[in-house]
């Protein structure tokens, strides 16, 4: 879902096509928005399972 919204707001195309939202971020393409996609956990230690 973030990776999906990342690719709307930031009018990736290449990313919102293989998603199958590619309408959706084409609306984004004129508008110059700072969006940065950050994973929660990055920095949290990997559990052995």
Same mark, same amino acid.
Do not use: A, C, M
């Given at each position: 879902m973030a990776l999906a919204l990342h690719s !709307?707001? *930031?009018a990736d195309? +290449? *990313?919102a096509t293989e998603l199958?939202? !590619?309408d959706l971020a084409r609306?984004? !393409?004129d508008? +110059?928005?700072n969006v940065t996609l950050?994973?929660?956990d990055v920095d949290?230690? !990997?559990l052995a399972r």
């Open positions: !709307v707001f *930031t195309l +290449d *990313t199958g939202i !590619v609306k984004y !393409v508008r +110059d928005l950050v994973h929660r949290k230690p !990997v």
